[in-house]
């Protein structure tokens, strides 16, 4: 690999006027250590750096890139939409076509109102729950992650985990004070909250497959007992499918798992790598948006048309292929791969997967909640990272994130990777 030269330079330069150098906390690499490499350009399943290296991309804009980066009808889709304007600030055809595609793929999905990111969606859709309700109370689960919300901010995944702050300044306590966290895949203490808090609660929010907190499957019948203990107790259950909407089927883990949630929020893959988010459910609950209803919710740029086009080309061309099988079938060669190497080497690791997001964890047994997660090396973690980018592979910069299989990666890729990490492991065995 060349010296990351300019990247340096840049990063250093941006440092001083942009906090941390960076737009969004986890890309400055706090966590693994080391400039990171500013890029210039991406295509397919690759990274190129401003310094000209190559990287082979798990990262995926953190899950956007589903049919891998610059997909050639995507671009001349946006490009052609650009032709006709940016932004009108009234309605569009394009909308109303994404809409009815989202409900096609979440038959849960009556009535969906798009917006510009995943914390718009999630925040949107508890204030929806609270209005709908009545009620002011949430119920969250340690380690999911719902975007920077005020109110869910409280043991958060993702950048929150990385960097390990507990909750963050600049949030009052009262802001929290409706917001109630518990462990993942725990029914009873689920079941505890409710009758503490009994007819306080308006909604529970979850990832159906958490992947804030690296990927932690749901254990068999958990998310089936969130279902039926928030309809039991008069709570809406929110499915934050933002990251897993599109990626683990078409349907999301809803198709996945056969299962249907009061409200849905999703985003990511949504906008094929361009800005949105959306969130929609039964009509009933629906109906409560303003100008329908009285719960108020705007958007300057919401239902963007660029973004709605890469949206809508993105999730036609992911009907018209159906690559979910093929995508499964290299995320387990992959976790196949990264556990021979590992024990070969004698690291301990635990590859959870599921569908095309996989997370190594550097611990000694699976991990089923955010307290098992945050057990796992992640010193051990930053040395395997560095290793990995120095030999030209780009995951994300954090044990408590997911690595993004795409539809650009190639069983000879997968392979790569594998030897790859093996030679690392190697390393941080002796
Ligand atoms: C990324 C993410 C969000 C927030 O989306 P942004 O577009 O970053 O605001 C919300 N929920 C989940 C599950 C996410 O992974």
Redesign the pocket.
Known sequence: MRPLKRSGEIFERASKIVPGGVNSPVRAFKAVGGAPPIIRSAKGARLTDVDGNQYLDFLGS??PMILGHSHPEVVAAIQEAAERGTSYGASTELELLLAEKICTFFPSVECVRLVS???EA?MSALRLARGFTGRPMVVKFDGC???HVDSLLVKAGSGVATLGIPGTPGIPAEFTAHTVSVPFNDLSALEAVFERHAGKIAAVIL?PVP??MGIVPPVSGFLEGVLTLAEKNGSLAIF?E??TGFRLALGGAQEKYGLSAPLTCL??IVGGGLPI?AYGGKREIMKMIAPEGPVYQAGTLSGNPLAVTAGLKTLEILEREKPYERLEKLTQRLAGGLADQAQQAGVALQVQHCASLLTPFFARSLVKNFDDALDADTTRFASFFRGMLNAGVYLAPSQFEAIFISMAHTQADIDDVVSKAGEVFRKLGK
């Open positions: 953190w899950g990111s995943g914390t999630t992650y719902h975007g990832e992947a804030n934050d933002v990251i985003g990511k988010g």
